[in-house]
């Protein structure tokens, strides 16, 4: 079982930056991709921006060129970086990290999420 845990949300001005990181801990044999989800009032999640262990990322068109993920494997953290936060942005963000279980199974967990709030 792996453990998600985010932290780094908060409070920010529009045109503001942000950090948030995601520490993955517990037994697995191989980490995959972490990622990165975002959940507004009324809406559905969605896919914000990801990584796979190789380091190919994806980012989802509403935060290209503003958000910046990165990962160290060795730490098994990722971590988003946020620039020109809109209030669009707003959202409680989870982290997801999908691993493969030492008996091969692939499995998926998520972090409790933490709140984003672009504000004036």
């Known amino acids: 079982q792996v453990q998600v845990v985010e932290s780094g949300g908060g409070l920010v001005q529009p045109g503001g930056s942000l950090r948030l990181s995601c520490a993955a801990s517990?037994?697995?044999?191989?980490?995959?991709?972490m990622g990165w989800y975002r959940q507004a009032p009324g809406e559905q999640r969605e896919l914000v921006v990801d990584?796979?262990?190789?380091?190919?990322?994806y980012y989802a068109d509403s935060v290209k060129g503003r958000f910046t993920i990165s990962r160290d494997n060795a730490k098994n953290t990722v971590y988003l970086q946020m620039h020109s936060l809109k209030p669009e942005d707003t959202a409680v963000y989870y982290c997801?990290?999908?691993?493969?279980?030492?008996?091969?199974?692939?499995?998926?967990?998520w972090g409790k999420g933490t709140l984003v709030t672009v504000s004036s």
């Open positions: 990584i796979t262990s190789g380091g190919r990322t």
């Open positions: 997801n990290v999908n691993y493969r279980t030492i008996a091969g199974y692939g499995m998926d967990s």
């Open positions: 517990g037994s697995a044999f191989s980490i995959n991709v």
